[in-house]
């Protein structure tokens, strides 16, 4: 790119300051107008638009950190931002613009402008960071489900053992059905078991879902009696 814009520089200098990394170019031999830039872009290769993106991020370019991800690139003329504006579109990368600025926002559109002017690491940082936060929502969102389920497991079964021992000291156990007998003393022996586990306490003779009829029976014939 630098060829066919026609610019060479002799010398550059690095600096450090306040965390920052400053590259001054000295030296450089003609500065392009920017129609010569304008009329040099719609010949670059994608690989030169790839670098001189690269290019404008460094010079004006800022990428916020977690939990918002988005690039801002700014600008002092609209005809230069005109100009990148043009190329981010090429490669179909989601952007807005504002006050001479282009926003580039959410993780995925981020992640194409950085793997496109060549940033890999933190474009991979950002794919792992992802994948991380996948299966973190992932698992909070099962540990949240079975949390759910054995509350709800809790609190009928709380409702169960109480009815069931008012049958019991009101002497209406032997008033049940033998099946129904069975299944009420069951539950209070094993007050703190799961369906399927009293299902298992009798050999599966009875499914989880017959334990848990004959529960709701009993309830019901308690409430009107």
Known sequence: MANKLKIYREEDILQKENNRIILKFKKINSIPTLRTIKENIKKFSVNEKKAFL??????????????????????????DMEI???????????????????????RENVKSFLYH??????YLYMEEDAI??????????????????LKRQ?????????????????????NLSDELKEIA???????YSSLRELSEK????????????????????????
């Open 202 to 225: 009798i050999n599966g003779r009875l499914s989880k879902q017959t334990i848990y009829y004959r529960l709701k029976k009993i309830l019901k014939i308690y409430d009107e009696k």
């Open 84 to 106: 990148v504006k043009k190329i981010i579109s090429d490669f179909k990368i989601k952007h807005s613009v504002k006050n001479n600025i282009i926003y580039i926002t959410g």
């Open 185 to 191: 003393l069951l539950r209070l022996q094993y007050p």
């Open 154 to 174: 809790s609190n009928a079964s709380t409702k169960q053992i109480s009815i069931l021992k008012r049958i019991e000291e009101e002497g209406l156990m032997d």
């Open 54 to 79: 690269r290019g404008v991020f460094l010079g004006c370019g800022i990428l916020s950190t977690p939990p918002s991800y988005h690039v801002e690139l700014r600008f002092e003329k609209k005809e």
């Open 132 to 149: 991380n936060k996948k299966v973190t929502n992932e698992a909070n969102r099962k540990a949240n489900f079975e949390f759910a389920n």
């Open 117 to 122: 002017i060549g940033a890999i690491d933190i």
